[in-house]
């Protein structure tokens, strides 16, 4: 019986750790999805209508995403780790519409066409990428760990 409880408390620190360096990712992630999108819109972006305004936006949400995902208590950690998870979800899907189009609609978001070789474009996909999948572990990880 001694064994199982061992086994149980190493696994659950194990988690413990995994969890806390999937929230600093995670942050950090977050971070770099809204610093990109205020470069960018510091760099030429603001000027063009309606996506000027999404990329400021797009900005204070990462950065506030990334601050919650760093204070939320970890009774809170599974939304804040979902919230994340939607916010990158929703900031590629919406670089993928602007740039190619998806589900059948013609690239583009309000009148704007992106461009695969635009400035920050590939750092920006592989950033999101990186960020829908770390969010995808923390937040069944934390869900797992809620559980109990």
Same mark, same amino acid.
């Given at each position: 019986?001694?064994?199982?409880?061992?086994?149980?408390?190493?696994?659950?620190?194990?988690?413990? #750790?995994?969890?806390? @360096? =999937?929230?600093? $990712?995670?942050?950090?992630? %977050?971070?770099?999805? &809204? !610093?990109?999108?205020?470069? +960018?819109?510091?760099?030429?972006?603001?000027?063009?209508?309606?996506?000027?305004?999404?990329?400021?936006?797009?900005?204070?949400?990462?950065?506030?995403?990334?601050?919650?995902?760093?204070? #939320?208590?970890?009774? @809170? =950690?599974?939304? $804040?780790?979902?919230?994340? %998870?939607?916010?990158? &979800? !929703?900031?590629?899907?919406? +670089?993928?519409?602007?740039?190619?189009?998806?589900?059948?609609?013609?690239?583009?978001?309000?009148?704007?066409?992106?461009?695969?070789?635009?400035?920050?474009?590939?750092?920006?996909?592989?950033?999101?990428?990186?960020?829908?999948?770390?969010?995808?572990?923390?937040?069944?990880?934390?869900?797992?760990?809620?559980?109990?």
């Amino acid at each position: 019986m001694t064994g199982t409880v061992t086994q149980s408390r190493r696994t659950g620190a194990g988690t413990g #750790a995994a969890i806390a @360096l =999937l929230r600093l $990712a995670g942050a950090g992630l %977050l971070a770099a999805v &809204a !610093g990109i999108h205020l470069y +960018l819109w510091q760099d030429g972006y603001d000027a063009i209508d309606v996506i000027g305004p999404a990329f400021l936006l797009q900005a204070v949400l990462g950065f506030g995403g990334a601050l919650l995902l760093l204070i #939320a208590p970890p009774r @809170l =950690l599974v939304w $804040a780790a979902l919230l994340g %998870l939607l916010f990158a &979800a !929703g900031s590629l899907g919406a +670089l993928l519409q602007s740039t190619y189009g998806v589900l059948g609609l013609e690239p583009g978001m309000f009148d704007f066409v992106e461009s695969d070789v635009a400035p920050l474009w590939q750092e920006t996909f592989w950033v999101e990428i990186a960020a829908i999948a770390v969010l995808l572990v923390l937040t069944i990880l934390a869900a797992r760990r809620r559980r109990g």
